[in-house]
């Protein structure tokens, strides 16, 4: 019997997440993150390697689960990066969404007009899916 195996589930209640003021439980990250999975599932999303491209917050891990759990891989996209060199990372990761935290959702409209191959083959979902107002089958 391995360590993993015998350590018991944390109750939905406790603290999973906490980032600055903000913090998440176990329940609560599950939730958002099964949301966001069966919202990525709906788009035909499976096998399938996704941005994420958020803030560090909550958020972040919420989505970086959410597509885990949803059957993607991610490439995490620092949104600090210059505009060109997350379009770079985009082409030469040949993703097939790009998932983003309304914080940066601007930002990346201008990435999607620099990459022109992301824009026919890929799917842009940068309407702050990561946040809380996301909803299953659209965000906000």
């Known amino acids: 019997m391995n360590a993993s195996s015998s350590r018991q589930p944390s109750p939905p209640e406790a603290t999973a997440v906490v980032f600055e003021d903000q913090e998440l439980s176990y329940g609560e990250l599950n939730t958002r993150a099964n949301r966001l999975a069966h919202w990525l599932r709906a788009l035909g999303i499976g096998p399938e390697v996704l941005a994420v491209c958020v803030e560090r917050s909550v958020e972040m891990i919420m989505g970086l689960l959410g597509v885990l759990k949803a059957g993607g891989a991610y490439v995490p996209l620092d ?54 107002s996301h909803a299953a089958g659209r965000a906000g």
């Open 79 to 132: 949104p600090d990066y210059p505009v060109e060199r997350l379009a770079f990372m985009a082409e030469d990761a040949q993703l097939a969404v790009q998932l983003c935290h309304k914080a940066t959702k601007d930002r990346h409209a201008n990435m999607r007009s620099a990459d022109s191959r992301l824009g026919r083959r890929g799917r842009h979902h940068c309407r702050g899916v990561c946040g809380q």
